[in-house]
């Protein structure tokens, strides 16, 4: 037994792959079963339901920037207009589309302002290396707060007395699904090489936006932490009971009221378990002890016997936990760890970028 599956079992983390019966899910066919299972368990226990997609979506465009990046990249300022329930709203996104005769990849920026480029979207730099960026602001979706009645959450999903009610990471999930409503119609964009990323909160929202829509490639989670990335048993730093105390809106209210219950019978291991067989690439920072880089890493890893399912190789790793500056990119998974704090830098997006280009380049 390696060393992953050492620390799994000295922290007690149930396995994703027997299913509700009691069955060791073995096939493809069988993982097919257990991926509606598990979509189930986390969206009943942990995050709430999926919002249903709207009706009618419709992306009016504003004036772009001219000359954007000295005239590399036209970006536009849209607004995603969506009808659910006969009901309209919008919300806005940016988008950065590098000028070229061939389809571009492409990623989904949850990001938390939308004023792009900002620190955390470095919109030069990705679109230099041929990528298109679609961003937009969770709370222009959301306020990233209690308020349930709050622009698009006033149209989505059941009444927060609802004990699977969606939490704020689902709602801002279902955003992120209508870009790639979106891009789906751009003739510019390569369709089956889109990614979503997100930066802590943000960075668990693109796990489960990847989680419950498989249109997305690559799941990216920069430095998620707890309810992300990061297995929950035995964690230090941020612990669900913490974390449903501080931010109770950003899950289903199911999560805080039965945490105990709740904690007997899943663990985030069954979120990184729906990526396979595409990409999920988890980054970490030396620093960010609330987050957990242990706990990310063992996340990430966890999803190997997925892999394995699919004769996928998953993440390849040593014989101990990566120390700071390490870059695991030789599997089907990727997890680096750089050195600081808690932040989605330049250097995290570029090693996601080489890892992204390695596996388009070996389609
Ligand atoms: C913290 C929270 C973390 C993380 C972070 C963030 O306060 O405890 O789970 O998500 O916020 O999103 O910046």
Redesign the pocket.
Known sequence: MDFVSTELERRGVPSALVSNRGIEVKTEKQMQKRREELKKILAENEYGTLPSRPEHLRVEKKPGIPNFCAGKVTSESLDFVCTVDGVEFSFPVRSAIPKSDKKVPAFVHINFSANTPDHFQPTEEITDRGFAVFSFCHSDVTADNGDFKDKCAAYLGPSRRKKNASGKIMMWAWAAMRVMDYIETLPEIDAENVAVIG????G?TALVTAAFDERFKYAVSND?????AAISRGKTG?STER?TQ??PFWFCPRYKDDAEAQSKCFDQNYLTALIPPRHLLVGSAEDDA??DPKSEFLGCASANSVYGIYGMKGLVYGEDYPEAKTVLADGDSFYHVRKGP?FLSREDWNVYMDFIESKMSGR
């Open positions: 930066h802590s909160r943000l668990k998620s932490g707890c309810s992300g941020e974390i501080s931010f609330w987050a808690h």
